[in-house]
């Protein structure tokens, strides 16, 4: 017992009690925060070919429940005009935080007039999609909270695609999805496009068949690949539909088309 008195918080006698303790928090106190992003749905895609790119995403911007415009493009084209976009050769898609898209897409827009203005040639679309993984990295505290897709054609001639993650890392890709609808669509760009799970037929006995080897897809199939897509995924996903804007860019140039998407 003399140890015990000697250690205050070792008496048999506490001097507190759990009734004490407060049931509730105090109403006077409020914890006061501010989240800068949001998320405002939609999906795009990107394929390339052998002498073109496709770049498409849907127009429908969503917060959460909530239809806010059934017309906001998600796929740009960079290099060109301001208010026509003549003279543009390489096309960005950025789906995610929408004012962080726009932002990421004016950088970019200026980065590569400035180069032409300065250069008095071209900027690369290799070159671009480097200058891209720079400004995302440059930001990666503070990160832009989109995923973008590059497309255009390389030196030579051959459609280019890249894809990037929020803070600048990227690769090269024969098709790539992103945003909301991205888990949907992608499994079907795999077999489609990059003829995953596709077997020869009488290759081999039972399931030892020859995998089907990946090729470059006629530009027709490809248009109606990314319309197959985009139909079954406003089946599934609220957050994509309304519209369906779709950018090709070839050697003649870059082809512009809307095409009607389920709007409910």
């Known amino acids: 017992m003399s140890f015990l008195a000697a250690n205050p918080t070792l008496s048999p006698n506490p001097t507190y009690s ?6 509730s928090a105090a109403s006077n106190n409020k914890e006061h925060g501010f989240y800068p992003y949001t998320d405002n749905g939609g999906t795009t895609l990107g394929i390339t070919g052998n002498d073109f790119a496709i770049l498409a995403g849907d127009t429908r911007s969503t917060s959460g429940y909530s ?24 096309v960005l898609s950025v789906v995610g935080f929408a004012a962080d898209g726009n932002a990421l897409k004016e950088r970019l827009d200026a980065i590569v007039k400035m180069y032409r203005y300065q250069h ?13 993984s720079t400004i995302l990295y440059g930001k990666r505290f503070f990160p832009y909270y989109t995923n973008a897709i590059l497309g255009g054609l390389d030196e030579d001639g051959k459609g280019a695609l890249y894809s990037y993650d929020p803070v600048g890392s990227y690769e090269r890709e024969q098709c790539r999805t992103a945003g909301a609808a991205a888990s949907l669509i992608m499994p079907f760009l795999d077999n489609q496009v990059n003829f995953k799970n596709q077997y020869i037929p009488g290759s081999g ?3 030892a068949l020859q995998q089907r080897q990946p090729e470059l897809l006629p530009r027709k199939e490809v248009e109606q690949l990314v319309r197959d897509a985009f139909t079954s995924a406003v089946e599934r996903h609220i957050e994509v539909g309304d519209g369906l804007q779709i950018l090709t860019i070839t050697k003649d140039g870059i082809k512009e088309q809307f095409v009607p998407l389920k709007r409910d």
């Open 18 to 23: 759990f009734a004490q303790a407060p049931s």
């Open 67 to 90: 239809i806010n415009s059934r017309y906001t493009p998600k796929v740009f084209k960079i290099g060109g005009d301001d208010e026509t976009g003549e003279g543009a050769y390489i």
């Open 120 to 132: 008095g040639k071209k900027m690369t679309v290799k070159a671009c999609a480097q200058r891209l």
């Open 205 to 207: 006995e039972g399931h």
